[in-house]
């Protein structure tokens, strides 16, 4: 397929930038994501998950069950920082996202 | 906000659930991200067979609106509009009006969000006229407007073949159906002999989408060479993938099942993942067909009534014993690979997590799992 066949629609990132990528040491969707942005956008890569996890897949031979999952944040879907921040029923930004079961973690 | 079983999902499952477990007297929270229930059913016109307890076929549409009917009349506190964005420490999990976020405090959850559709990607896949094949039912179907006149669908699976029909009664004319394996994979009959005029090219795939403003010509790379069309609509119907970010916020385990739909969170006998205050219900618990969508939400509901204490052992044992041999039935009949995939991902997870199989399970099973 063309190389500048685009893979994220959201970010823009083309088959060539994602195979860079890989060349450069990525291994994961989440390395790639670190290295173009890839899977930031709007969506949150519930559209380029697949298509990229199979271009890894085929550009370095892992199954695909082996390709590991991006790490998934809190808020699940697009939400506006007013509403996280608005403090109701004793809940504000800070429970989302200082109380979320990821603090600690890097 | 505080309640005994929280339903995350208004489609057929999370209603089939929020159902069950209102009528055994728990106190049930339905949520929803949409204006209204019923989930992906709401732009399914068409017939469906069989369904649980009965061989007659229902319309889609009318299926999702007789649950609906059935909820309204319930005690369930509907949610719609309603995200559930994240999760707090203590497991609560955190929903969003868009105005505020706020905790719902629960015992279970039965998270039903359904499934999403995969992306196909070929040179232009983003230029407007190429959408998914569910986009273009929504679009017909519930906002009734014309997504294009000429169509070219990629994919040959039966919702491929649903799409193109209805687009078809709609005046759209199919011009090709493009498929990258050997064959058709459909093999409804009915379906196909509803495309017997449509060209169809195996072994193919998109070469290029152009067009200025919007999709005006598809190029079709096939063994006997590239094909030029004129196109103005593309459908992708690729498949469906389980969505598993709510499963992922509440820390459930994850594996790969292909024939299930690829990632997706692992469940026992009782649709309880690897938290045990989650319980999954429909085509996020596996890709498959309405009568088991409907079946799995009954199965989380009791599992999840049993441990609270609003049913009896003995009375759960017996109905989920009922429920899963129609399970099983409906799902080898219409497709078995998805029942022993499903039967895999059970018999895995009992497995890892030392847990033995109720008598019930074993009947249905066959055994399967023992082999
Ligand atoms: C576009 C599309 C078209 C489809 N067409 C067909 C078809 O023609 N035939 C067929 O057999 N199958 C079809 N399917 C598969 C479909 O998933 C099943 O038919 C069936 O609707 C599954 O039921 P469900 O209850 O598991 O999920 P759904 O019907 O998808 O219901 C899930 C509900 O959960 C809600 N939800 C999801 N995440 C959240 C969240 N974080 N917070 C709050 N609410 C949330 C959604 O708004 C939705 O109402 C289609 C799927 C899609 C995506
Ligand atoms: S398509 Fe990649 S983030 Fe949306």
């Given at each position: 397929m063309d190389k500048s066949t685009i893979v994220c629609r959201c970010e823009e990132i083309n088959i060539d930038e994602i195979e860079t990528a890989i060349k450069n040491g990525a291994e994961t969707f989440d390395d790639i994501k670190r290295l173009t942005?890839?899977?930031?956008?709007?969506c949150q890569s519930k559209t380029c998950f697949y298509p990229v996890n199979e271009i890894i897949a085929e550009y370095t031979g892992m199954p695909l069950n082996e390709v590991s999952l991006p790490r998934l944040r809190m808020p699940l879907k697009m939400v506006r920082m007013s509403t996280l921040a608005q403090d109701s029923e004793g809940s504000n930004v800070v429970s989302v996202f200082g109380e979320s079961v990821e603090d600690g973690e890097s | 906000m505080e309640t005994d079983i929280l339903v995350i999902g208004g489609g057929p499952a999370g209603m089939s659930a929020a159902i069950t477990a209102d009528r055994a007297g728990a106190r049930v929270i339905l949520v929803d991200?949409?204006?209204?229930?019923?989930g992906q059913l709401r732009q399914q016109t068409q017939h469906f067979a069989p369904l649980p307890g009965s061989e007659e076929k229902v319309r889609g549409t009318a299926l999702g609106n007789d649950l609906i009917k059935k909820l309204e009349a319930s005690k369930v506190k509907i949610l719609k509009?309603?995200?559930?964005i994240g999760s707090y420490r203590n497991e609560n999990i955190g929903v969003t009006d868009g105005e505020k976020t706020f905790a719902i405090q629960s015992q279970k959850n039965i998270i039903a969000p359904g499934a999403a559709e995969k992306a196909k990607i070929f040179?232009?896949?983003?230029?407007?006229?190429?959408?998914?094949a569910g986009a273009a039912q929504i679009l017909i179907?519930?906002?009734?407007?014309?997504?294009?006149k000429n169509a070219v669908m990629l994919g040959s699976n039966d919702y491929s073949l649903e799409v193109a029909r209805q687009l078809k009664a709609c005046?759209?004319?199919?011009?090709a159906i493009v498929e990258d394996?050997?064959?058709?994979?459909?093999?409804?009959m009915e379906l196909l002999h509803d495309m017997k005029n449509v060209p169809v090219y195996l072994n193919?795939?998109?070469e290029s989408a152009t067009g200025?403003?919007?999709?005006n010509k598809v190029v079709v790379k096939t063994p006997a060479g590239l094909y030029e069309m004129e196109a103005d609509l593309i459908c992708i119907a690729n498949g469906f993938d389980p969505i598993i970010e709510p499963f992922e916020i509440m820390g459930c385990n994850l594996a790969y099942h292909k024939e299930l739909g690829g990632w997706l969170p692992e469940y026992n006998v009782y649709f309880q993942?690897?938290?045990?205050s989650c319980y999954i219900a429909g085509n996020?618990?596996?890709?498959?067909?309405i009568g088991p969508v409907l079946l799995t939400g009954e199965i989380a509901a009791i599992g999840a009534l049993e441990e609270l204490g609003f049913m009896e052992q003995e009375e759960a044992e017996a109905q989920r014993k009922e429920l899963w041999k129609e399970l099983a039935e409906i799902e080898k009949r219409e497709n078995e690979k998805t029942f022993r995939a499903r039967s895999e991902l059970i018999e895995g997870f009992h497995q890892k997590i030392g847990m033995a199989f109720p008598e019930e399970f074993n009947m249905v099973n066959g055994g399967a799992h023992n082999g």
């Open positions: 942005r890839c899977g930031m956008g709007p | 991200e949409s204006f209204s229930l019923g509009k309603h995200i559930m040179p232009g896949w983003t230029i407007p006229g190429v959408m998914t179907n519930r906002e009734r407007v014309l997504p294009g005046g759209v004319t199919i011009k394996k050997e064959q058709m994979i459909s093999s409804d193919s795939t998109i200025k403003e919007e999709l993942t690897s938290n045990p996020a618990a596996g890709i498959t067909t």
